[in-house]
C-alpha cells in the first residue's frame, strides 16, 4: 500500500487508504484557491487604497466594514443553500 500511495503522490494524485479511490483533483483545487486568494488581495489593497487616498481613513474602513459584512451574508446564504432537504426561497 505504501508503494502505491509513493506513486501516486509522484503522479500528481492521492489515493484513499480506506477505499481506495484516486483524488486528481486536490491540486487543482489548491492552485484555485491559491490564485483567488492571491488576486483578492491584490484587487482589495488597489481598491481600499484608492478610497483611502480619495476619501480619508474613515471611508476606507466603512469600505473595509462592507466588505466583510458582504462576506459573512455570502458565506450564510451559500451554508443554507447546501443544506439538504432545505427548500429554496428563490423564484423565478
Given at each position: ?80 443553500a ?11
Amino acid at each position: 500500500m505504501g508503494d502505491v500511495l509513493r506513486r501516486g503522490r509522484r503522479s500528481g494524485c492521492t489515493r484513499d487508504p480506506t477505499n481506495g479511490t484516486v483524488d486528481f483533483h486536490r491540486g487543482s483545487a489548491s492552485g484555485i484557491y491559491l490564485a483567488c486568494h492571491f488576486l483578492g488581495r491584490i484587487v482589495g489593497s488597489v481598491v481600499l487604497g484608492q478610497l483611502f487616498d480619495r476619501a480619508g481613513w474613515t471611508a476606507c474602513v466603512a469600505g473595509f466594514g462592507a466588505t466583510l459584512a458582504a462576506a459573512v451574508l455570502l458565506a450564510v446564504r451559500l451554508t443554507l443553500a447546501s443544506r439538504p432537504g432545505q427548500v429554496s426561497q428563490h423564484t423565478d
